[in-house]
Structures are given as C-alpha cells and as structure tokens.
C-alpha cells in the first residue's frame, strides 16, 4: 500500500481538480460516475442496496443524494492506491 500522505497529496490533487469543476458539492451524474456508476438511476439502486463509499446528505426541497466533493476525492485517492498496490502484486505460485 502507499504511504498515507502519497494518498493525502493525490486525494489533495484531486480535490483541487474537482472543486474546479464541480464545486464543494457533488450530485447527480457527475457523482454517479466519480463514485463508479454508469447513471444516476444505478447509483440510486446501489445505494438502496449496499449503501454507499462516502457520506451522503439531501439537500433541503431537492431530489437525489449528494456528498462532499473533498470525500470523494479522497475516496478515489485511496480507492487509487489500493488498486495499484494489488495490481503490482505477484501472483502465487500454481502447484503441479
């Protein structure tokens, strides 16, 4: 695994990166797919059965779930990190 202020410094990239493009707050398709969903509506239905990676919120008088931009970055820096430190792995040995 990496250490943890390499995720903290990718986690901080990206939430610049984000905040740039979305704003403090994300929602709808974007979180969909920054969170790894093909729609808003496979989201909804994830979420409904096993929940989510990061807290979600409603805002008041709106339809739909909701999350710091800051979390998901920082979901996705770690989520990053735990998929490069399996994919450098060596697989075990086959026995005959």
């Given amino acids: 695994m990496f250490p943890d202020n390499d995720i903290a ?13 979305f ?3 994300l929602s ?10 093909p729609s808003p ?5 994830a979420v409904r059965r096993h929940g989510a990676p990061v807290a979600l919120f409603q ?3 709106r339809k739909g779930w909701c999350a710091a931009t800051k979390e998901v970055a ?3 820096a770690r989520t990053e990190a735990a ?3 399996l994919s ?7 026995t005959p």
């Fill in 23 to 25: 704003g403090p707050v």
């Fill in 83 to 85: 998929a490069q430190a």
């Fill in 9 to 21: 410094a990718r986690g901080q990239e990206l939430e610049r990166w984000l905040l740039t493009e």
């Fill in 41 to 45: 509506g496979a989201f909804r239905q």
């Fill in 59 to 61: 805002q008041g008088g």
């Fill in 74 to 76: 920082f979901w996705i």
């Fill in 88 to 94: 450098t792995q060596t697989p075990p040995e086959k």
């Fill in 28 to 37: 709808g398709l974007p979180l969909s797919k920054l969170l790894g969903h």
